[in-house]
């Protein structure tokens, strides 16, 4: 069973430049979340998707970030306009449905690293 | 709001020494706690967790016990190993909230032989 898989691993964008972040979830995950991991700095929450729907965007940015999460295909972190401050781990994690005894847990994927030159 | 507070890296350690990473939390209802390990250069790993008050969550020679009067989820291992160096992460999660977690900021471990 496939775990979490983002793509790609490494970018490398100029600023102003459009990034396109993208995550498969685990096979039989509906749910959908991103984080970000600035340097030296643990992660932060930015999203939280469902299939088709956005649940909780309370992280995210309020320019120039989306997320989307379509029906069918990946997950994808698009940052418009990049800037150096943009740089950082872009972490995907999946869950299926929740339930009481589930703990919440949730599996991150290896991450995409971004760099804005 | 909620939050973790880990304690601050780097620790460095010795092979076969005892390992405590201490981490408190503040939170307004009954939260699910985790521990998480990052390797470098990948991504996070669930190393244990613990849903209530009591819970001890453990893997690989580590533990952590839910402590709701201290509202504490330290992290201990009896003997580390070289294999061990990695920043550990602490974290909740309130049962209400689905996967979002909040993180505290990582503790790096490095540990010697």
């Known amino acids: 069973n496939a775990g979490v898989m983002q793509n790609p691993r490494h970018l490398v964008r100029r600023r102003g430049q459009e990034a396109r972040l993208r995550c498969s979830p685990m096979k039989g995950h509906s749910h959908v979340y991103w984080y970000r991991q600035l340097p030296e700095e643990g992660l932060k929450f930015m999203v939280y998707l469902q299939k088709e729907n956005i649940i909780d965007e309370s992280g995210m940015p309020k320019e120039r970030f989306s997320a989307e999460f379509p029906k069918e295909g990946p997950s994808i972190l698009r940052i418009q306009q990049v800037v150096r401050g943009d740089s950082a781990a872009y972490f995907c994690a999946s869950s299926p449905a929740f339930s009481s005894h589930s703990g919440n847990t949730i599996y991150f994927g290896e991450g995409s690293w971004l760099t804005v030159v | 709001g909620d939050s973790v507070t880990q304690m601050e890296g780097p620790v460095t350690l010795s092979e076969e020494a005892f390992l405590t990473i201490n981490c408190t939390y503040t939170a307004t209802g009954y939260p699910s706690l985790f521990w998480y390990v990052q390797y470098p250069g990948e991504g996070l790993q669930l190393l244990l967790k613990?849903?209530?008050?009591?819970d001890k969550g453990s893997n690989k020679g580590f533990e952590a016990t839910y402590r709701k009067e201290t509202t504490s989820f330290h992290l201990e291992k009896g003997s580390v190993q070289v294999s061990d160096s990695a920043v550990y992460f602490c974290?909740?999660?309130?049962?209400?909230?689905?996967?979002?977690?909040?993180f505290g900021q990582g503790t790096e471990l490095s540990v010697k032989p």
């Open positions: 974290a909740l999660s309130e049962g209400n909230q689905g996967g979002k977690l909040i």
């Open positions: 613990a849903t209530k008050a009591d």
